[in-house]
C-alpha cells in the first residue's frame, strides 16, 4: 500500500514481463528495399553539413545509386516464379520510384516479364518527415538549434519528433496502417521499396504488442533487402540489410 492508503503503483504489473505477442498475417513473404544512394546521401557522406537543397521527396538518385538498382533488378531476375514478388509497393519519393522503375527494367532485360510485377505507389511508405529540419544532418541542427539537438539526445531517436515532422514512433503507425492493408489483399509476397525508415518501423510493427522500442536505430544500407518469411502465421525476419548479388536470392 501507498501512504495514502492506495494501491502500491509497482504491482500493477507482474515481475517477469511476458514476450512480445507479433501479430499474425497471411502473406507470405514480405521483402522491403531501401532506395539506392542518393545525391543527398553522397554529399552527407563526403561530410558536408549545410542542408541539403530542395525537397526530400525530389531528392534523384547518383550514378552509384543507379548501378545499386540496376543490381537489385538482376536480384529479382533470379528470382523463380514461386518465389518473386506478386505485388509492388513503392514510396511516392523521386529516388524511390527511380529504383524500382531501374530495377524493373533490369530485370526485364535478363528475363522477360521478371520485371511486370504489378506495382502501386502509396504515400504511407514515404520517409519520415523531418519538418522545419528537412535535409538537415545532425551536425547541423546542432549547430543551427543547439537546445533542439539537446531534446533529441534526451527524449531518445524513437520518440523524437522534430517541430513539424514526424518521430519513428509516429511512422510506425502508418505502417502498421498499412502491413494491416497489404495482408488483406490477394497478394502473399509483397516487396515495398521505400527508406531505412520505413524498414526500422516495419520491424518494430511485426515485433508485436508489447515489443520495446529500438534502443539504437540499426543501419539500412542503400540498395539492401531486408526480408521477413511466415511461420505459423507469423513474419520473421530472416535478412537484415542485406546486399543482394547478381545470380543470388537473399533468404
Do not use: K
Amino acid at each position: 500500500m501507498t501512504a495514502m492508503g492506495g494501491p502500491d503503483p509497482s504491482s500493477a504489473f507482474p515481475s517477469v514481463p511476458a514476450a512480445p505477442i507479433p501479430p499474425r498475417y497471411r502473406m507470405r513473404d514480405l521483402w522491403i528495399i531501401r532506395h539506392g544512394e542518393s545525391r543527398a546521401n553522397a554529399a552527407f557522406s563526403a561530410g558536408a553539413d549545410e542542408p541539403f537543397p530542395g525537397s526530400d521527396s525530389d531528392v534523384e538518385l547518383t550514378p552509384t545509386g543507379y548501378e545499386q538498382a540496376a543490381r537489385l533488378g538482376r536480384w529479382l531476375a533470379g528470382l523463380t516464379p514461386d518465389r518473386a514478388p506478386q505485388l509492388v509497393v513503392c514510396s511516392p519519393y523521386v529516388r524511390a520510384q527511380q529504383t524500382w522503375a531501374t530495377m524493373a527494367r533490369t530485370a526485364d532485360g535478363i528475363t522477360d516479364g521478371a520485371g511486370a510485377v504489378p506495382a502501386v505507389t502509396d504515400e504511407r511508405c514515404r520517409d519520415r518527415e523531418m519538418g522545419i529540419f528537412e535535409l538537415h544532418t545532425p551536425q547541423a541542427i546542432r549547430r543551427r538549434a543547439p537546445q533542439e539537438y539537446e531534446r533529441r539526445a534526451r527524449l531518445g531517436e524513437w520518440f523524437y519528433r522534430p517541430p513539424g515532422g514526424e518521430s519513428p514512433a509516429d511512422v510506425a503507425l502508418r505502417m502498421r496502417d498499412l502491413l494491416t492493408e497489404l495482408d488483406r489483399t490477394t497478394a502473399e509476397r509483397i516487396l515495398i521499396v521505400a527508406h531505412d525508415a520505413v524498414v526500422v518501423t516495419a520491424a518494430q510493427v511485426l515485433a508485436g504488442v508489447g515489443a520495446p522500442p529500438p534502443a539504437d536505430l540499426p543501419p539500412v544500407p542503400n540498395a539492401s533487402i531486408t526480408h521477413w518469411h511466415n511461420s505459423e502465421s507469423h513474419l520473421r525476419l530472416i535478412a537484415w540489410g542485406s546486399d543482394a548479388m547478381p545470380g543470388t536470392t537473399v533468404d
